[in-house]
């Protein structure tokens, strides 16, 4: 249903929440690290069944509107932020501006097909930080971001230039679990920050549910929250996926998932349907194709006058 709202224009995010080994990336990729394979068809994550409705949906349209699609991954770990698809020595940083919230430098591929996009998402799992812990014995040790940004106009010529460009954003993120501390020093400090973002998370959605308008909302208190904050601030629609261990021996952390998930709940949002008049990435490329277009009917035109000429 999220994939229909987002062809509206109106931005969703997806994220899994849970204790370290409950399944978290198993449910939004499907995809086993042990033998470095994906899932079948048959039990596809939240991540490749989204990409596949994202494209059904644009064979599918009868509407004759023109698209443009772009993805990036990026993870957050240790509270820095890797490009999973870029070159490992660029510096990114969370900025604001008119354009919204967004990580700079940031690499984004265009693509074209539900195979180039799972590629780069197999490339992007590759390049994700993930070790053995005492819960798992392949953890993720960092939160993902997989962003999916959907440009698309009107074929109308009249359309073209008065209703400008629809634009709007896919979040599908992993989050890395929450843990007790480890035996081992570096999976302790990977596990401090991860949890110190979790309950910055927390923090973030229990101000947000607050009776209190007043409070300060602490977006900045973690790259993870601050990357969330035009979703969490209502301008988008948002999926909380919770899971839980079923073990005994997990039953605090799964009863703190699942009041956190009672909390989300709560989460009120209002996202507006953004438009582009210009400089958008797909007018860009529509004028790009114009351009080439015009230079390839000069070259054919004077290769004409040319023959004619000898004739």
């Known amino acids: 249903m999220f994939i229909n709202r987002v062809f509206r224009a109106l931005s969703s995010t997806v994220f899994a929440y849970g204790q370290t080994a409950s399944g978290k990336t198993y449910t939004m990729v499907s995809y086993e690290r042990k033998c470095s394979q994906y899932s079948t068809d048959k039990e596809p994550g939240v991540i490749p069944r989204a990409v596949n409705e994202v494209f059904s949906y644009i064979e599918e349209d009868t509407n004759g509107r023109e698209y443009l699609l772009r993805v990036s991954y990026m993870e957050i770990?240790?509270?820095?932020?890797?490009?999973?698809l870029g070159a490992g020595n660029t510096t990114h940083e969370i900025v604001e501006d008119k354009k919204g919230v967004y990580v700079r430098n940031l690499k984004e591929i265009k693509?074209?097909?539900?195979k180039e996009v799972m590629s780069l998402i197999k490339e992007g799992e590759s390049n994700r930080h993930i070790s053995a812990t005492d819960y798992n014995d392949q953890s993720s040790r960092s939160h993902t971001v997989f962003q999916i940004v959907i440009e698309s106009r009107s074929s109308d010529n009249y359309l073209?230039?008065?209703?400008?460009?629809?634009?709007?954003?896919?979040?599908?993120?992993?989050?890395a679990g929450s843990e007790k501390v480890a035996t081992h020093s570096e999976r302790r400090k990977e596990g401090g920050y991860i949890n110190k973002s979790l309950l910055t998370l927390g923090n973030v959605i229990s101000k947000l549910t607050s009776s209190d308008p007043t409070s300060h909302i602490p977006f900045r208190n973690s790259k993870l929250t601050?990357?969330?904050?035009?979703?969490?601030?209502g301008n988008a629609r948002i999926c909380v996926i919770c899971t839980i261990n079923p073990t005994f021996t997990s039953k605090d952390e799964s009863l703190n998932t699942l009041r956190f998930a009672q909390r989300a709940k709560l989460i009120k949002t209002s996202p507006k349907l953004t438009r582009i008049l210009d400089n958008s990435e797909l007018q860009k490329c529509l004028i790009k194709i114009a351009e080439l277009q015009t230079k390839m009917q000069e070259k054919t035109d004077i290769e004409e006058l040319t023959w004619f000429d000898i004739d």
């Open 226 to 233: 601050r990357i969330l904050q035009p979703a969490l601030s």
């Open 160 to 175: 073209k230039t008065t209703k400008g460009v629809r634009i709007s954003q896919l979040n599908l993120i992993d989050l």
């Open 77 to 84: 770990y240790n509270e820095k932020i890797k490009d999973l």
């Open 111 to 114: 693509v074209k097909s539900y």
